[in-house]
């Protein structure tokens, strides 16, 4: 099976523009999360899909959204970027809709905001 | 709040000896914990992970410890070798949630010694 993949893989953005990153999941898989990585914060969650429904939010402004798809692909859009933004941010994707299950994390995008 | 501490932020251990990482937690719902490893540019990998009604679970060279009295896991790696360094999370989730979010410390960075 293919991996989690997330595109693009690099991005240079400047202050008050916005972005849109993607994630697909394992095939299967239903369920999308998605984390900001930052040097002193670690991985910080953001928001998780399920079945296109968002089952929960992180401690984000709410410049920070996301969306899935019925083929359950992900995106997730900055908008108004501040410097701040600049990190990694992974997605991650989970198979089983009860219990606990590992998430299978995708390469990360690294976003730079100028 | 941190949910998850990983208190060490390094660490260095000869090659063939045991690695030891730590990790305390605060939520009491948390009913299971995953340890990821992370090499730079990829996201993180799925290592192992144990329920709250386990106090040990094996794998290989991993073993990881509950003490839920303690709020406390750990990971030992037997016996490490130079490709085990890298950066290593701990997660706790919570089953009951209803949704898959995963609260990570930040990271303890194992080195291992040839």
């Known amino acids: 099976k293919a991996g989690v993949t997330q595109t693009p893989r690099y991005l240079i953005k400047t202050r008050g523009q916005q972005v849109t990153l993607s994630c697909s999941p394992i095939s299967g898989h239903r369920s999308v999360s998605w984390y900001q990585q930052t040097p002193g914060q670690g991985l910080q969650f953001l928001f998780e899909y399920f079945s296109e429904t968002q089952r929960n939010k992180g401690n984000f402004p709410g410049r920070f959204s996301g969306r899935q798809f019925s083929n359950s692909r992900s995106e997730m859009n900055v908008s108004t970027l501040e410097l701040g933004d600049s990190a990694l941010y992974l997605c991650?994707?989970?198979?089983?809709?009860?219990?606990?299950?590992?998430?299978?994390f995708g390469p990360g995008t690294r976003l730079t905001v100028l | 709040d941190q949910q998850v501490k990983q208190n060490s932020p390094s660490l260095s251990v000869q090659e063939g000896r045991i690695s030891i990482l730590n990790c305390d937690y605060t939520n009491s719902m948390f009913d299971y914990f995953l340890w990821y490893k992370k090499y730079p540019a990829e996201g993180p990998t799925f290592l192992i992970s144990i329920s709250s009604i386990k106090d040990k679970n094996e794998d290989g060279r991993f073993t990881v410890f509950l003490n839920k009295s303690a709020k406390h896991l750990s990971l030992h790696i037997v016996p490490s070798q130079p490709g085990d360094s890298a950066v290593y999370f701990c997660?706790?989730?919570?089953?009951?949630?209803?949704?898959?979010?995963?609260?990570f410390g930040k990271g303890t960075k194992l080195s291992v010694i040839p």
């Open positions: 991650a994707s989970s198979f089983r809709d009860s219990s606990y299950n590992e998430q299978f």
């Open positions: 997660a706790g989730g919570n089953s009951g949630a209803g949704s898959y979010q995963l609260t």
